[in-house]
């Protein structure tokens, strides 16, 4: 089995806070681009949740992405089924070390803010989703025989029995 050294720790954990981190980042997306947790008319709004080191510019109109055009002008009509939620833009990866904004890239964010469910979201379910993100991960205990005891050694009851001893990996 090879053995890391102490100057493999701090990569080691670098890595893991900023996989962990991107873990978290990316769920929050996830829940925000929701029914549950944001406005839905078309379905835009929900879709347009981005992470960004750098503040989000609420610039785009559902008008000039379809297919919420076609469906904002089905709502218009009255179809209240008409509705998508589909994320437009990826997540890159961060390091932990990085200040990231989370932010809608709609012109109309901050009036589809009014709407509590995203405060109720943000209020209620980030902590959760950040100690779950930030929890230490145990991996599975896995042991596997590896060699046969002496029967010489043992206390008590187990002495002259044979064994497999058992190493982790």
């Not at 053995?3 to 962990?20: E, H, M, V, Y």
């Not at 996830?30 to 947790?37: I, M, P, T, V, Y």
């Not at 989000?56 to 992405?65: A, C, I, L, N, Q």
């Not at 437009?88 to 803010?113: E, H, M």
Request: cysteine-free; glycine content about 6%; aromatic content about 12%.
């Amino acid at each position: 089995m090879a053995r890391r050294g102490l100057r493999d720790i701090l990569p080691d954990l670098n890595k893991k806070l900023s996989a962990d981190y991107n873990t978290f980042i990316q769920l929050a997306l996830e829940g925000l681009a929701s029914k549950d947790h944001s406005p839905v008319y078309t379905g835009f709004f929900a879709s347009s949740w981005k992470a960004s080191t750098q503040r989000t510019k609420p610039t785009d109109r559902v008008e000039d992405f379809e297919p919420w055009a076609g469906l904002k002008k089905r709502r218009d009509k009255g179809d209240t089924t008409a509705y998508k939620i589909e994320p437009r833009f990826a997540t890159p990866a961060f390091r932990y070390t990085d200040k990231v904004f989370i932010g809608n890239s709609t012109k109309y964010a901050a009036y589809a803010l009014e709407n509590p469910k995203v405060a109720t979201f943000v209020q209620s379910q980030l902590r959760p989703l950040l100690q779950a993100s930030f929890n230490e991960k145990r991996a599975p205990q896995i042991l596997v025989g590896t060699t046969k005891t002496d029967p010489k050694r043992g206390l008590g009851i187990f002495k002259g029995r044979e064994y497999v001893s058992y190493e982790r990996i």
